[in-house]
C-alpha cells in the first residue's frame, strides 16, 4: 500500500484489482507516484488471484501529468536519471501479463496520457480530455508518448496531437481510436470493471500469451512475429486450460468450458 498509489481488489469482482491513484489535486505524477505505480504493477503482476487490471484515478481526474514543479530546474544529468525511473514505472505498467484497462476521467494529459496507453484498452468519460501538451513546455513526451502513441493512433496522427500539444475531447480520442469507449462520467468506473471481469474467467495463461505475442510482434518484423506466436501457441499445449478447453469444445461445444488458470 502506497502513500498515493494503492491496489485494491472489486468486491463485485475479486478476480479484478484495482490500481487506484490517488494523489491530490490532479494526481500529479511525481518521483514516489512512479515509484509506487512500479511497485503496483509488479504486485498485481505476481498475483496469481488476479486476473485483470483496472488502472483509475478517481471520479474527477485520471492524471494530469507528471510534475511540472519537480522536473523544471532539473539539469540533464539529473533528468536523464529521472526520465529512466519514469520510463520503467509506466512500462512496468504496460508489461502487467493480463488484461488492464485505464477508466479515464476528467484530464490524462501528457504523464497521464502516456500511462492511459499503457493499459490494453481505455474507457473515457463523455467530458474526459487527454493529450500530450509537453511541446508547450519546451519539451516533448517523455514516458512512452512519441512511441506508443503513434503505435495506437498511427504516426500523422500521434504528430498531429504531439507538434500541438492539444487536448483531445474523448468522442474525437474514441474516432481515431485513442480510447476505446466513451461513456457517461459516472459509469466510467463500472464499464471498466465490468470490461476487466469479461476477461477475468478465461485462461490466463493463453492471455498472457496473446498479450506478450501481439505487443512483442508490434516491435519486430513480421517473420520474427510469427515465429513469436508459434511458439506462444505451441506452448500452451503444455497446460491443464488447453486440455480443458478443447476436451469441453467436443463433448460440450464451443463457449463452456471452465478454465483453472493453470
Do not use: W
Not at 513526451?141 to 512511441?147: K, S, W
Not at 496531437?161 to 476505446?180: K, N, Q
Not at 492471455?207 to 505451441?234: C, N, P, S, W, Y
Amino acid at each position: 500500500m502506497g502513500e498515493f498509489v494503492r491496489v485494491e481488489r472489486d468486491g463485485g469482482h475479486p478476480a479484478v484489482a484495482v490500481i487506484r491513484l490517488d494523489r491530490p489535486k490532479m494526481n500529479a505524477i511525481d518521483a514516489r507516484v512512479q515509484r509506487e505505480l512500479g511497485a503496483a504493477a509488479a504486485r498485481v503482476s505476481a498475483d496469481d488471484d488476479v486476473r485483470a487490471v483496472v488502472v483509475y484515478g478517481g471520479e474527477r481526474v485520471f492524471a494530469a501529468g507528471a510534475d511540472v514543479k519537480e522536473m523544471s530546474e532539473m539539469g540533464f544529468a539529473e533528468m536523464a536519471d529521472h526520465s529512466r525511473v519514469l520510463q520503467d514505472s509506466l512500462t512496468a505498467v504496460a508489461r502487467i501479463p493480463k488484461p488492464v484497462i485505464a477508466a479515464i476521467t476528467g484530464f490524462a494529459l501528457g504523464g497521464g496520457c502516456e500511462l492511459a496507453l499503457c493499459a490494453d484498452f481505455r474507457v473515457a468519460a463523455e467530458d474526459a480530455r487527454l493529450g500530450q501538451p509537453e511541446i508547450r513546455l519546451g519539451v516533448i513526451p517523455g514516458a512512452g508518448g512519441t512511441q506508443r502513441l503513434p503505435r495506437l493512433i498511427g504516426p500523422a496522427r500521434a504528430k498531429d496531437l504531439i507538434f500541438t500539444g492539444r487536448h483531445v475531447a474523448a468522442e474525437e480520442a474514441l474516432s481515431i481510436g485513442l480510447v476505446d469507449a466513451v461513456v457517461p462520467a459516472a459509469d466510467v468506473y463500472g464499464h471498466a470493471v465490468a470490461m476487466a471481469a469479461s476477461y477475468a474467467g478465461g485462461p490466463a495463461l493463453a492471455l498472457r500469451a496473446a498479450k506478450q505475442a501481439v505487443d512483442g510482434g508490434l516491435e519486430t518484423d513480421l517473420a520474427t512475429g510469427l515465429e513469436i506466436e508459434r511458439m506462444h501457441f505451441a506452448g500452451l499445449f503444455a497446460t491443464e486450460d488447453q486440455k480443458a478447453g478443447m476436451r469441453s469444445f467436443i463433448e460440450e461445444g464451443p463457449g463452456k468450458a471452465r478454465f483453472s488458470g493453470r
